[in-house]
């Protein structure tokens, strides 16, 4: 599997194929805690969350929120305890840059953390890591052991009157969790469910004190944003999508990998064709999934020819959106109905059953893929199927039923043919 | 109403809890220390110890389960509440090795009903299943973070990824 | 909520709303119709069911209205296309896995969702899945549970764990496999049942009413509780004289409980139609024989020429008239005026034991109210289980603390649960309440005090703290330790803690549902007590008239006594210890027979309405009496109505003075006795009494350190609840049968004893 840069000098990557990545010692002799020191000795917190602003980086987790501004919301003069709580639950179908992160270079994530937590007063904050990612925090755990040797971690770090503290925690098997109010409901020791927004958990978080929930990805961009300072940067990107970002590649490319890749890299054919080393034994292309299992499916008409920029915009302008940045590529053998049906399997197993229209809907839509599947679709599947998602759509409690809508949504609307052909009775609609 | 002609879907709910509370060896007992020394909030341990004692004890049993609740000074609903909630966790008893393929989208387009296939042709059970021995349980899972390196499987906590049934075969042979 | 008044507009119209209103409330408080079904006022917000949408000018996607404080300015629609069709969906969701099984479910006709289908009307049915199943099963002796009609509302774990600290019921399994259940799929709880009263559907069922009858066959009577002081209101539901259930659901009733009841108020009433209710009244013609039924005449006659008897041979104290604090006031006032008008006796009482007389003489505040519980802003609780013994008042505290933020200080020899909510918690050695209440009487007592309470008097100072920095209402409760001399003193105390700023308010914890009334109405004004009746039985007493018979602890050791005596006659409803030593039992009506008033322990006097007409032969208690007096030629001039009765009360008793029955009309509306509130009374001699008990208490008592179990009173077996066999199971510990998918009735046996080998049917 591929690991590495395109188009851009590696920040996030830099040191994954060092030998020893993950070590401290490693770590430190290519520059790491560098920023961390930079950042205790020479900054104020409104100094970083400034720098971060202008970096113009967006949370990587999917929503693409711009983290200075989230950082911002964080009342300063709250009696509360403040927490910064790093969400590597990465369960997105598609999505696997959080794991590499932090299998690579551990340290990356940790100075990260305490950046984010120096610049909100954080003493306490967690890894809340997916359940199955076990040898993962044992990875973090070991890290975390070597940086409190090392001073760079608890008690007065580097000497300064900064103290903090990192924890790693499990999860137990939820994709919901990933949502960040669901996260926090589960390091609470409860069931995951989403909580009410507002209030928003830069004001009312874990335990109800402000807290501050980032990807590992958003996370990990900060030591190079404090060293290179913000506007150096979103330079690397584009005005409003700074940086670089981390794309996870599967399915039917001859090179799937982590890459990372300036934000704006144009364009998506050149991504798929070249740099992921074109398609898997030569097949077409047929539909790119480009940012996770949450997005609208794109179909290859839409890619080929069309200049797609890889960012925010870019990807809204070419019909899709960036997600996770999990980059599922699918040839002319996937049936996209198939594929839709096994993206409504996952968003029904992992609907909390909080709400209505996700609980009964995803169920419900499962229902019908598997009865057409079976044979007994009928001509006005489709259009059930559309309405069942209209009805989910914007009414769930959370965005879990928004995310088990678009897929099939577009689906329906982008490969009508996949459908009908299931529909068909009799070689008849 | 006849519910007997109805085909039924057992719940999952475990044995009535008795009086037996489980207990562990000292260095078990300082690791659970160790995890609830992280939180302000005793019962944000939940999950870390649900593991400890599902790693101790097979799954969730009711002595467990009642560990859990005298340790964190919770209810017994509320350890099952939570212990139902997440998949991970089991309220009944799973395989000595727990087998869990991937079946979401990047997996399924790279191979795993092969791997499936293979993996249950070999062992004689259906996903869901236990062998007879108890050795092993069969499970299809979602996503599990390995879709570059599609099909994968899981067993416990290892991960084994690009598959194929003769990498199976050696890994599953080599189990001891 | 603030006074301050902010605009919104709904629907085109301009309201002014107080400032933090919640819009879901003020679309209804104007008549907008908004469907929910997770909202629950008070409760936590859920937001789950997504009925509730909105749309709301300068929000993106609709909005829960539920979930929405109003701003200034908001502008709401709560009706369009858009609207509708969502609401519509989420219906359709709901009904998707819904079995649609109304013709068979005990909700049908009074189920929220059958409702709403109802009135949405032209729901398309495109639903034609497989619906998932879930079989029907029994929780508990009392709780029965369709899963599949499930809504996941989740109404039910939140007043499970919000109004009764249990959390006894949760939901578990995720996605479209959540249930509402229980670790083992057992229901160890108060079995209180208000998850069934909450439910909006057939989820979870009263399982002693389980296919027994149709909600609109039927007659929904509102009336109140029977068992503890609290008074909650209820619906009695009867067809063809049959009680068949009891319910609080606020579209019957609307009482101070809102949809709140106990275990024993919802299922504690099969008693009423019981087979071993007294049938005709008896006569024990000889003392060692038998009793023979007779006629009302002929019994009524023979009660008249005995008691004539007596009182001719030894006058009239040797008759003693014992009254009841369960039966209503019309019926303890006619007893007190029967004692001291027509026989003339000084020797009159009830069997309540827990004389409020010192505390009413010396009140120097108004009684608290439910509703002031639950803003209180301190309460102090010294002895007493509200929990188990006034649960209403229980759920009460608790909610003001978890939901108003309130301070409970208990006090209390057991840890009882309460202890889970308070702020502090004053651990005493058993049988010391007493010397708690001197010390807070009496700040110069403190040291000793504390020295026999086995506490540091540091703890007293923490309380005397909490109460000075309480801003707003403090309630001071009591059980019934505490001695008279005591309540005096307690009743007293918001002299000693006036000050601006603090509104002191009183709440006695007594056990029965009259227990204020019986008091009110004089029956305790008289000069023995009931066990000093019994004492004196043969000797200054001769014959005794009563209405209800004696507690077990009041007869333990005393039948020999009460053997001797020339004439006994009771009034009961089943034949019991007392009745055994009885010459004539006359069967009384139950609450369900009869039109009265209870007054509870907020001093709310509250209607007690007829739901059935007498079962076999029972009559009204204070009919009786009136009849009684007619035979011994003394007119009451009442023989026809229990109104004409209150009439008189509230000439003859001050503090009901101007009451009526079309006064006590509505439930939720209570009228409060006015009782006098008492000047700031010289208490020394109270005091010295109380000092002199407490310098005696030994200061070596052992503490109770276990918290009591779940139900260890609500559970116990009286006369009433030994009618009910679940109570037995309960009684029993609630064994979990070995399957819940057929009654758990089937582990008793006819003798009612219980039975380990359960039929193996439906599994
Ligand atoms: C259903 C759902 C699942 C999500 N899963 C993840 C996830 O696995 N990892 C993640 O970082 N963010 C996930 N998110 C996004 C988070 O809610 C949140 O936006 C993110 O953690 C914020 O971090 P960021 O600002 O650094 O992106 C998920 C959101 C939803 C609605
Ligand atoms: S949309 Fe509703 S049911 Fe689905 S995950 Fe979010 S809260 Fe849970
Ligand atoms: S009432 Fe608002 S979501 Fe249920």
New interface residues.
Partial sequence: MFIGAIGCEPLQLARVHLEHSHSLEVYQQHGGYASLRKVLTSMSPDDVISEVKKSALRGRGGAGFPTGMKWSFVPKDSPKPKYVVCNADESEPGTFKDRYLMERDPHLLIEGMLIAAYALGAKTNYIYTRGEYRYLIDIMDRALEEARAAGLLGAKILGTEFSSEVYTHTGAGAYICGEETALLSSLEGLRGHPRMKPPFPAVSGLYASPTVVNNVETLTAVPDIIRMGGEAYQRLGTEKSGGTKLWSVSGHVNRPGVYELPMGYDDMEKFIMEDCGGMLGGKQLKAVIPGGSSVYIMRADQIIGKDVRMDYEGLVAGGSSVGSGGFIVMNETVDIFESTKNLTEFYKHESCGWCTPCREGTDWLVKVFKRIANGGGRPEDVQLMLDLCDNIEGKSFCPLGDAASWPIQSAIKRFPEDFRKHLMVNGQN | MSTQLINIQPMSQPVDIGDEVASFSSEVEAEIDSHLAKYPVMRSAILPLMFIVQRERGYLDAPGVAYLAKRLHLRITDIWEVATFYSMLNTTPVGKYHIQVCKTLSCKIMGEPGITEHVCGKLGIKPGETTADGRFTVSLVECLGSCGTAPMLQIGFDYHENLTPAKVDQILDALP | MSTEVIKVNVDGMDFEVPKGARLIDVCRDKGYDIPSFCYYADLA?Q?????C?VRIEKMP??QTSC?ITCTDGMVVTTQSDEIE??QR??M???L??HPL?CP?CDRGGECELQEMAFDWGGLEE??T??K?????KYLSPMVAND?QRC??CKRCTRVCDEWMGE?????????????I??????LDCSQCGNCIEVCPTGTLLDATYRHQARPWELAQTISTCTYCSDGCQMSLGARGGELMRIVARDRYVNGLNGEFLCIKGRFGHPFVNHEERLRTPLIRYKKGGKLIPATWDEAIRHVARKLDEVVDAHGPNALGVVGSPRITNEANYLLYKFATELVGTEHYTTTETFDLKPFFQNLGAPLATHRDIRYAKTILLIGGEPEELQPLTGKQIRQAVRNGGAKLIVVNSVPIRLVEQSAQFIHIRPGTENAAVLALSDKASSGVAASRLGIESSELDTVRQTIADTQGDLVIMFGGEISGDAQAAIAQLPYSLRRDGLRVLLHPLPLHNNSVGAHDMGMMNGKMSAVQMLDAAGDAIRAVYMAGSFSAEQLRGREETLAKLDFLVIQELFETETTAFADVVLPAASFAEIDGTFTNNDGFVQRVRQSIPPVNQAKADWLITAQLATELEMDFGFNLSASAVFREIAEQIPAYAGLRYPVLKDESNPVQAKYRIAEDNDLSAELNALREVVNAMPDTAEKLNATPKVGHELFKLGTLTDKVPQFHLLAAGNP?PETV?VSPLYQITVDESLRHEVAAA?E
């Fill in positions: 917000l937001a789950s069911c997504r009925m949408l996607k609709l979930t069709k969502a969906a989420m359709e969701f709901l998707a896995n099984d068979v495109r639903f899945e497989k998932n199943y879930r079989p029907e899963p809504i996941l959390d006894a019921i949760e939901a578990g399994g995720r996605g479209a496999n959540t249930v259940g229980t670790y083992g799929g057992w979990r998918r439906g």
